[in-house]
C-alpha cells in the first residue's frame, strides 16, 4: 500500500454508537499495518451525539495533527456535515470504493465518513485503503478545490 497521507502523524479515528464498531475493527487493522491512530470515540454502544466525536477528530485533521480522518456513523451524513464545517476540511461520504478514490482524486479530500449500516466491513477497510493510497489529481480539480471554502 503506497500511502499518499504524512505517514509520521497518526490517523484520527471517531465513531458514534452505530459505527463504533467498525471504528474499532479499523483501528486494529490500521495498528496491525503499523500505523499509529488517535482515537476520539465514543468507546461502547451507548447512545451518543455524533458531533461530540467527529469535531475533535475534525479539528485534529484541520490543525494538522492528524495525516487525515475517519468518520463513521449509521449512514454517515451527520459525521459528515459536522465535520465540513471546519475550515479545510473535505469529508466524503463514501459507500462504494470508486467514490472514495474520486473523493481523492478530484476533491482533495482529507476526511472519509463511512456508513457502518449500509456497507460490509470489507468494504469499508477496502474504501479506506483506496482512499489512503490515492492521491490528488490537481490540474483541473485544484481551481474547484480552491472555490470550496467560504472565506
Sequence with gaps: MSFVFDATKPIALGADHAGVDYKNEVKNW??????????????????????????????????????????????????????????????????QTEIAELTRLHNNANMICVPARYVTIALAKEMIEKFMTTPFEGGRHQNRVNKINCN
Excluded: M
Excluded at 491512530?37 to 484541520?62: L, M, Q, R, W
Excluded at 495525516?67 to 454517515?76: D, P, R
Design 30 to 95: 490500521l495498528q496491525e499495518k503499523g500505523y499509529t491512530v488517535k482515537d476520539f470515540g465514543t468507546a461502547n454502544g451507548d447512545s451518543v451525539d455524533y458531533p461530540d466525536f467527529a469535531h475533535p477528530t475534525a479539528t485534529s485533521v484541520e490543525t494538522g495533527e492528524a495525516a487525515f480522518g475517519i468518520l463513521f456513523c449509521g449512514s454517515a451524513n451527520g459525521v459528515a456535515i459536522t465535520a465540513n464545517k471546519h475550515a479545510g476540511i473535505r469529508a466524503g461520504l463514501c459507500w
